[in-house]
């Protein structure tokens, strides 16, 4: 009697245990989360420790929760992703698990707040051997007169979601009282190389113009540049690859991020060219670019002025110029060119 006693209690044990192993499922989890809505939300955020701030459990809202299921890759653990939403879909969070032994384990989150426009998209790419992206793209900031789409790779490992590539892929700033407006799309190619292995090449194009008038090209100017990406299975991050750009990663970046200082640095042979040939109105363009660039670094300490803004400017303007390359001088010889600029159109 005590043997089928003991047998029976453990059986119960292990019947506890598959059902307690069961409750981790991502698919349970999920059907947890459509169950109780919000409220069962902010249980689960509590449960794994998740410190987010979306509006999904703002309100005693229905969720909808969507597995996703990584295709199987060998030498990699069986993954899946939950993407919870609610009605309106405009903020987004994916839940990452993984198994290991028979057992889920949550790995992190990614959280995708105010997609007002569209459904985030995603992919999954194999990078190299043991190592699987989730690439999102996904609305990165919007506005009067503000978009920005980017693509944002993402890679987890040692159970953290770490981001190692992120792109800007179209957006415009217009109409926000800088001294030019623009706007820029990219191109992206995955590319596959016994040599150089994996790579991402980025193709830009920029526009920039006068305020106001973004789509005329008679009152601006346009660019092309290419950026590469190579994986360093080493050190497991994506590199720049300069003997193939023509940019590096932040003036990638500074398409969305650069203030005028930043711009004139950048774009300071279009500038040049302008300012030698362009039209009275486009000369008067570049002057204040001029202006406000120096208004912006005025904050700068002595040493630290942008060499590019102290670069001499066409002789049609000051044929004996000194241009001074530090700190200070370099305001001072950039305020007296531009501020006489009446005298030169």
Not at 256 to 281: C, Y
Request: aromatic share 12%; proline share 5%.
């Amino acid at each position: 009697m005590a043997k089928v006693l003991m047998t029976g209690i453990a059986l119960v044990c292990v019947c506890v245990a598959i059902w307690a192993i069961d409750l981790t499922r991502p698919r349970r989890i999920a059907e947890r989360v459509e169950r109780a809505g919000a409220f069962g939300l902010r249980e689960l955020w509590a449960d794994l420790g998740i410190a987010a701030e979306l509006d999904l459990t703002n309100a005693d809202r229905r969720l909808s929760a969507e597995i996703m299921a990584l295709p199987a890759v060998p030498g990699r653990r069986l993954c899946e992703i939950i993407a919870v939403t609610d009605g309106i879909r405009w903020d987004w969070q994916y839940l990452v698990f993984e198994r290991e032994y028979g057992v889920w384990r949550f790995v992190g989150h990614i959280d995708l707040p105010c997609q007002k426009y569209e459904k985030p998209t995603f992919r999954f790419v194999v990078i190299a051997p043991g190592v699987y992206c989730m690439v999102i793209r996904s609305l990165a900031g919007s506005g009067t007169g503000l978009l920005k789409y980017e693509e944002a790779w993402y890679e987890w490992k040692a159970g953290r979601i770490n981001e190692i590539l992120n792109i800007p892929i179209e957006g415009h700033v217009v109409g926000w009282g800088m001294a030019f407006d623009r706007k820029f799309r990219s191109e992206i190619t995955e590319e596959r190389d016994s040599a150089e292995g994996f790579s991402v090449l980025v193709r830009l194009h920029e526009t920039y113009s006068q305020p106001e008038h973004i789509d005329e090209p008679d009152f601006g100017f346009s660019e092309n540049h290419t950026i590469v990406f190579t994986w360093d299975s080493a050190k497991r991050q994506f590199r720049n690859d300069p003997a193939r750009s023509d940019m590096a990663p932040h003036e990638l970046q500074g398409v969305w991020d650069d203030g005028t200082p930043e711009f004139a640095v950048r774009h300071l042979e279009h500038i040049k060219k302008i300012l030698d040939s362009g039209t009275p109105s486009m000369r008067q363009w570049c002057f204040n670019i001029l202006d406000e660039a120096i208004k912006g670094t005025t904050g700068l300490s002595p040493g630290s002025c942008p060499r590019g803004l102290s670069y001499a400017l066409p002789k049609m303007c000051f044929p004996g110029c000194i241009a001074f390359w530090t700190g200070e001088m370099c305001l001072i010889s950039l305020w007296f060119i531009t501020s006489s600029k009446g005298t030169h159109l």
